[in-house]
């Protein structure tokens, strides 16, 4: 198929569009003009770049000309220091301006990459696609903004349009988790509260095979699909787990969360105005507060998703991606 992949240079973008051209696929992807210089190892393998930006619909709709599926990966994601306009006009208005292309220029079917975040704190673990949702910050609320705008196109221009929920992405290449790995690896790894919480992660490689699936099944057209690894463990487990594929201790000192929580909404209330970086902020607290944890059933039985990768082994080769490029 002709497929055009927004967000083509991003971490999960980058991945998906070399899994699409191993299966022969004629890929195209939109990159912005400043990031043009990045996609020249793309480019080189095959790909067929289409600068343009979401905040642009001219550029879009020429990238989406005699395409038959849209894998709409690019987003704003968590930016110290952004105001919610912002991520409203590239998350959600982006969104639009894909979708308004793509039934111009005639195309099948969108894959809208969502995030599992729009569920919020998981209370009944584990949460399936009809979960309540509970976003809780300003990535999560216009990404939920942008599933309700896709689904609402749908029911009025017969656009085929599937929305994709990844939970936890991480692999080689990332570098949303590198804080993470390196603090674990330096025995710098604050531990708050008593590290009960779920968390859920998943390997790149089973992400972009979910997302594949959600643009060729037949049958996923309308449907929103959770993608998520094959199981998930209290957020304890998971650093002793990389402490293990990193040969140190575990962290053996818990902090209460509730200080640090208020003096990362100090810092925010600060900071975020002078649009700089907070040295703290509440959604780093979160992570150790909020449960994710996700059930794939749906996307099991529907997609024949499955996920391949087991967390060890997803925590070996990103360790050892990190350790090649010298960022442990």
Request: glycine share 8%.
């Amino acid at each position: 198929m002709n497929v055009l992949v927004t967000g083509a240079t991003g971490f999960t973008g980058g991945h998906l569009v070399r899994a699409l051209l191993n299966r022969r696929h004629r890929v195209r992807g939109l990159v912005r003009p400043r990031s043009i210089a990045k996609a020249a190892s793309l480019e080189a393998a095959g790909v067929e770049i289409a600068a343009g930006d979401l905040l642009d619909p001219p550029s879009i709709r020429r990238a989406t000309e005699g395409v038959d599926v849209v894998y709409h990966v690019a987003a704003m994601y968590r930016e110290a220091g952004q105001p919610p306009s912002t991520y409203r006009a590239i998350n959600v208005d982006g969104t639009r301006h894909v979708l308004d292309a793509a039934r111009a220029a005639a195309v099948r079917r969108v894959v809208h990459c969502s995030t599992a975040g729009v569920h919020g704190h998981v209370e009944r673990p584990p949460a399936n696609e009809d979960a309540p949702l509970a976003p809780g910050d300003h990535y999560q609320r216009t990404k939920l903004e942008a599933e309700q705008v896709a689904t609402e196109h749908a029911a009025r221009s017969g656009l085929e349009v599937v929305i994709a929920r990844p939970v936890g992405i991480y692999g080689p290449g990332d570098t949303r988790f590198l804080k993470l790995f390196r603090g674990i690896a330096h025995r710098r790894f604050p531990m708050l509260g008593s590290g009960a919480v779920f968390y859920h992660l998943t390997y790149v490689d089973d992400v972009v095979e979910g997302l594949r699936l959600c643009g060729e099944t037949v049958a996923a057209a309308g449907r929103t699909y959770i993608l998520a690894g094959a199981r998930y463990t209290t957020l304890k487990d998971l650093v002793a787990a990389i402490a293990r594929e990193l040969n140190v201790p575990p962290p053996r000192i818990h902090l209460p969360i509730w200080p640090v929580w208020l003096a990362g909404a100090v810092c925010e209330a600060v900071c975020v105005p002078l649009r700089i970086e907070p040295p703290l902020y509440r959604r780093r607290v979160d992570f150790y507060r909020k449960s994710r944890a996700f059930d794939i059933t749906r996307a099991r039985r529907e997609l024949g998703f499955e996920p391949r990768v087991d967390l060890e082994t997803g925590i070996r080769q990103t360790i050892a991606w990190y350790r090649e490029r010298g960022l442990l």
